[in-house]
C-alpha cells in the first residue's frame, strides 16, 4: 500500500485553513444584528424578524461546530501521517538489518 503521508499534511492544513474561514464566518455572522422593525411595525414583521434572528444564530452556531470538526479531522490526518511515516521507518530499519549477521 503506497500512502503519500505530504498529502495528509495537505489535507490537514486545508482543514486547518476551513476551520479559521468558518470561524470567521460565524464571527461575523454573529456580530452582524438586524435593528428590529426592519421589516414594519405589524405582528408578522415581529414573527419574521424573530424567525430570523433565530436563524441567524443556529448559523453561527453551526459554523462554529464545523471549525471544531475540521481541526478534529486535521489532528486526525497529521496523526495518520506520523503513524504511516513511523511505520515505514521502522519497516525500513527492520528490511536494512535483515540478514545482517554480527561477528
Known sequence: MIVDTGLLR???DFS???GTIAQKGAASLAATQLQAGVFGDFAEADDFH???SQAQTLYADNMTAYRATFERLA???VT????F???DSD???RINGAGVTSD
Open 50 to 52: 424573530r424567525q430570523l
Open 10 to 12: 495537505m489535507g490537514a
Open 91 to 93: 519497516s525500513a530499519t
Open 85 to 87: 511515516s513511523g511505520e
Open 75 to 77: 489532528k486526525k490526518s
Open 16 to 18: 486547518n485553513s476551513a
Open 80 to 83: 495518520a501521517a506520523d503513524a
